[in-house]
């Protein structure tokens, strides 16, 4: 399957735009390639690792009433 290729526009101060052709020129890369990379390393980063511990913490409460919390919203929200 072929797939055409979208073209993404956007302005930069001339401090950013300073710095992205200082990194192009670095890396002997084209701006283009430069900001390529950059979305690229952006996305990829940007993601939720599901085997981060964090995501299997297991919450211990000392109140032993399931329902202490919906109590707590009745008194807090008067409902109920």
């Not at 200082?22 to 430069?34: G, L, P, R, V």
């Not at 919390?69 to 008067?78: F, L, M, R, W």
Request: proline fraction near 2%.
């Amino acid at each position: 399957m072929k797939y055409k290729e979208k073209v993404v526009q956007t302005t930069l101060s001339p401090e950013e735009h300073a710095i992205l052709v200082d990194y192009a020129t670095q890396h002997d890369i084209s701006i283009k390639e430069a900001v390529r990379r950059a979305i690229f390393n952006l996305l990829k980063s940007d993601t939720i690792d599901e085997n981060d511990p964090y995501f299997n913490l297991v919450v211990k409460s000392r109140i032993k009433d399931e329902k202490a919390s919906q109590e707590v919203d009745q008194i807090i929200y008067k409902t109920g």
